[in-house]
């Protein structure tokens, strides 16, 4: 195209010529004008963060959502398309409206530790409160932000509006980095270094990981943990082929102690996040209640993801979507715990394992998952149908025997039906005999993964 407007250009008078130059340098101020025009608007300018600080409680008494206290970023670094659409239905969804119109202005969904709380025996017998942060683009006039929180049964348990006055004076603003500043520096003593820039923040998915349970001493041992584990992730597909729509930068945040706590084993430290093992008391789940300290630290630099780098040897990870990952870095599962654990927080996924005993009900009969790589069959066509030939059969659980994946080559594994994920045995699928989401051994994301991911970067990065 532009060979030939110049070809036919040459032709053309002099006078001409300088009408169409004159066109062309008119369009090219207009282009990047409008297509800037259709991510702000009269509503959001991308200039700013508003930070909202809540806590969930419930259990035996009905569950409340309560604003603890609001906070301000330079920037935004969140997604700049898709606003008003979801990639997925998540445990929560968060709303942004204006107040005025009641227009939507942003969307997204998330999970939240007190939703899979709620599951367990103990949240029959007591009541528990956990933090949560979320961050949405600052309105430039008064809005309304509504979190509304989901049952197993994907009905609403519990809905919440907060008004939002943007020059409310009591949303305290916190210090940011600038794009322009190094890449390595100290804000207050928190030190950040970049390991990965794929390109601008505004346009990139900000990854921060975090330091726990590493001493003063230890800062180098952390940065070298942070490149093994960026490195690691970006190996995946498809982050490998995307690796340039993601930043990772390392932050360091010292601890009194090395390692972490671990209550089984009667080991209690003094850390940074104060994160520990034995979550609902399950030996290898490994968890932070401490949000809002964790957002505090990690409110220097640019981040939409966050990853928590644990400084110990015991086995174990976690990973919530939309809010953080914690791994176990002196592991020799590090490597593919903390993939893993990305899978759930990035990219929405569900656990494919399954215990023989089906503990864990999460997932009900008749009720389809919102995670893309399980099924309960309830809403087929909205997964991986798709993928499938239409005589496609169901392996069952008695089909797959005790040593299915060794009577299987890895070459000869293909997408399908495949019964046991999300922690049962039974009524629920995975699409693939195994996945990084089910094993630690194998060594990719399956197909139905891998697309789930793709999806989840292009929706964060452009618009669809
Ligand atoms: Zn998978």
Redesign the pocket.
Known sequence: MNTLKIETALILSMKRLSFIALLLSFLVLILPLSMSAQMENEFIKFDKTLRLNYVFTGGINPIQISLSNLGSYEGWWGRRYNLDKLPVQGNGKIYLRDSASSKLLYINSFSTLFSEWLTTDEAKRTNKAFENVFLVPMPLKKAEVTIELYGVDNSPMAVYTQYIDPGDILIKPYTVISETDAQVGDVGGIKYKYIHRGGSSKECIDVVIVSEGYTKEQEDKFYSDCTLSAEEILKYEPFNTYRNRFNFVALFVESKESGVSIPGKQIWKETALGSQFNTFYMDRYLTTLNLFKLHDYISVVPYEHIIILANTANYGGGGIYNSYILSAVDNSWHKPVVVHEFGHSFGA?AD?YFYDDGVMNQYKPGIEPWEP?ITTLANFESKWKDMLSPDYKIVTKQMQGKDYLNTLKAKDYKVGVYEGGGYQSQGVY???PT????DNRYPT??P??ERAIKSMILFNTEEL
Request: glycine letters at 0%; a positive charge; hydrophobic letters at 35%.
């Open positions: 996924l494919e790589n995975r699409p693939f996945c990084r989401m089910r994301f399956c139905v993964c």
